[in-house]
């Protein structure tokens, strides 16, 4: 039965001249020594080997089930392309310090800070100024409001049916006070 974490909390960390930053503790426990980075929306994401064999590759099996479509159409292309071309297994090293490729901090315009944020299942790594472009461009109450409420009847179904995260332990990684 796989664990997925769940992550909270935004922690502010240097970054190295060797593009490196220090993973806080309270992630680093739950990420395990070994994980994932990937190219997100505007960001990076790091994600636990758990969740890509949990949700994505379940995703990649139903798509691969219409072998044409997942060849062809545009949307799955891209989806799979930006998910997996640039996704890179990474460790910390023996003081916690997690590499960023250079291509990695190219795309999300990462230079000398990271802002580290839990987003749930997965943990995403900002630039802070795309980070607060990004804040003020989507998290109004009202937007907020909007999407709670749209995403209302998918997790009541989702609930329902207890199928998309069946047999997973979710446990949590955040401010511990």
Request: aromatic content about 8%.
């Amino acid at each position: 039965m796989p664990d997925l974490h769940l992550f909270y909390g935004t922690y502010t960390h240097s970054v190295d001249p060797a593009g490196r930053f220090v993973m806080p503790k309270v992630f680093r426990d739950k990420l395990g020594y070994t994980f994932l980075i990937t190219k997100g929306l505007n960001c990076l994401w790091c994600l636990t080997g758990d969740f890509l064999e949990t949700v994505i590759a379940p995703a990649m099996r139903k798509l691969s089930q219409n072998p044409i479509r997942g060849l062809f159409d545009p949307d799955v292309i891209r989806w799979t392309r930006h998910l997996f071309s640039d996704m890179l297994e990474t460790r910390t090293d023996n003081q916690y310090r997690v590499p960023l490729s250079q291509e990695h901090r190219r795309y999300a315009r990462i230079s000398d800070t990271v802002v580290i944020c839990g987003r749930g299942l997965i943990i995403e790594l900002w630039s802070p100024e795309v980070l607060e472009e990004h804040k003020k461009a989507v998290e109004e109450d009202k937007d907020i409001i909007a999407s709670a409420e749209a995403l209302g009847p998918l997790l009541s179904r989702l609930l329902d049916e207890q199928t998309d995260i069946s047999g997973a332990h979710l446990s949590h990684a955040g401010p511990q006070e």
